[in-house]
C-alpha cells in the first residue's frame, strides 16, 4: 500500500487549505485512516481519523472548529480541509492507513501505513 499526501503550501493566517491523501495498491475501501502532524519542535500527534466506510469522522477538539476530515471511497482519497490556519498549525502533515480495525485511530502506533508527509506553512 502507497500512500500519496499532496496540498500542502504556504498561506497566510486565516486562509485554507485542503490536502489530499491517494492511496495505491490495497483495498481502499478496508482502510481507517488518520491525519498527523508534526510542528517543530514537537512530536508528531493525532490530527483526526475516519473509519473505513467515511461514516465516522473526529477531530480533535482543539482543531474540531477549523480542520474536517472526509474520505472518498470511489476517489480512493482522504481529504483534510483546514480553515482559518493560523501559524501554529505550520509543520508537516501525514496521512496513515490501517487495514485492520474499522474505526478511528488515535494511535500513530497502530497505523501500519504511512505518507511521505506535505508540508504547511502559515506566515502571519
Known amino acids: 500500500v502507497q500512500l500519496q499526501a499532496s496540498g500542502g503550501g504556504s498561506v497566510q493566517a486565516g486562509g485554507s487549505l485542503r490536502l489530499s491523501c491517494v492511496a495505491s495498491?490495497?483495498?481502499?475501501?478496508?482502510?481507517?485512516m488518520g491525519w498527523f502532524r508534526q510542528i517543530p519542535g514537537k512530536e508528531r500527534e493525532f490530527v483526526g481519523g475516519v473509519s473505513w466506510s467515511g461514516d465516522d469522522t473526529y477531530v480533535v477538539e482543539t482543531l474540531e472548529g477549523r480542520f474536517s476530515i472526509s474520505k472518498d471511497n470511489a476517489k480512493n482519497t482522504v481529504y483534510l480541509q483546514m480553515n482559518g490556519l493560523e501559524p501554529e498549525d505550520t509543520g508537516v502533515y501525514y496521512c496513515?492507513?490501517?487495514?485492520?480495525?474499522?474505526?478511528?485511530?488515535?494511535?500513530?502506533?497502530?497505523?501500519?501505513?504511512w505518507g511521505q508527509g506535505t508540508q504547511v506553512t502559515v506566515s502571519s
Open positions: 496513515a492507513a490501517d487495514p485492520v480495525v474499522h474505526g478511528i485511530i488515535a494511535s500513530a502506533g497502530d497505523y501500519d501505513y
Open positions: 495498491g490495497g483495498i481502499f475501501l478496508r482502510y481507517a
